[in-house]
Antibody
Framework: QVQLQESGPGLVKPSQTLSLTCTVS??????????WTWIRQHPGKGLEWIGY???????HYNPSLKSRLTISIDRSKNQFSLNLRSVTAADTAMYYC??????????????WGQGTLVAVSS | QSVLTQPPSASGTPGQSVIISCSGS????????VNWYQQVPGTAPKLLIY???QRPSGVPDRFSGSKSGTSASLAISGLQSEDESDYYC???????????FGGGTKLTV
């Protein structure tokens, strides 16, 4: 069974960088065919797609976050990471990592992490 | 403002059926598959329907999905109290070049 687990600080100061890691077990992140994705949910709100990284290292980002965002992959640790720069209170959210089967599958997220709540506050 | 439009709430009594709609455009639902997620408050979303009408193993056949043009629907029959959750539709959007979600529908049973 594939499992994903987010980790990172729960509190980040404004203007700093939000850094999260997703550790994958039960599947090799290096195996092609899956897109490793970040999704967030503002308190009491709906879901927002952040972006993905493919095993090759190629990435694709939400245009609204692209200028502040880097998603990377560490195949040796079976992890992928999110770095969001210059954060504000508007970045306070629950952050989820998920596995996406990509265009050939229909772009659905079949496995999700439990989520990690990140607050941006001084 | 979500790209996909869902009603904010829906309700039904045990045993009844309910349909949740999801409206989009040519660049998302009109061009790509629709997927549905169930989220019990305080937990991560769970894949409920994929590729418009496919159920992952373990999802009861009380849940079904359909798509027509730029709209999709999630139907739940034989409502049970445990179905009380938030439901989200999602699709890839070719114009935005990214994933998009509906705003979610809170189902009360």
């Amino acid at each position: 069974q594939v499992q994903l687990q987010e980790s990172g600080p729960g509190l980040v100061k404004p203007s700093q960088t939000l850094s999260l890691t997703c550790t994958v077990s039960g599947d090799s992140i290096s195996r092609g065919g899956y897109y490793w994705t970040w999704i967030r949910q503002h308190p009491g709100k709906g879901l927002e797609w952040i972006g993905y990284v493919y095993p090759s290292g190629s990435t694709h980002y939400n245009p609204s976050l692209k200028s502040r965002l880097t998603i990377s992959i560490d195949r040796s640790k079976n992890q992928f990471s999110l770095n969001l720069r210059s954060v504000t209170a508007a970045d306070t959210a629950m952050y989820y990592c998920a596995r996406d089967g990509g265009p050939t599958s229909g772009w659905y997220f079949d496995f999700w992490g439990q989520g990690t709540l990140v607050a941006v506050s001084s | 403002q979500s790209v996909l439009t869902q009603p904010p709430s829906a309700s039904g009594t045990p045993g009844q059926s309910v349909i949740i709609s999801c409206s989009g455009s040519r660049s998302n639902i009109g061009s790509n598959s629709v997927n549905w997620y169930q989220q019990v408050p305080g937990t991560a979303p769970k894949l409920l329907i994929y590729r418009n009408n496919q159920r992952p193993s373990g999802v009861p056949d009380r849940f079904s999905g359909s798509k027509s043009g730029t709209s999709a629907s999630l139907a739940i029959s034989g409502l049970q109290s445990e179905d009380e959750s938030d439901y989200y539709c999602a699709a890839w959007d070719d114009s935005l070049s990214g994933g998009v979600f509906g705003g979610g529908t809170k189902l009360t049973v």
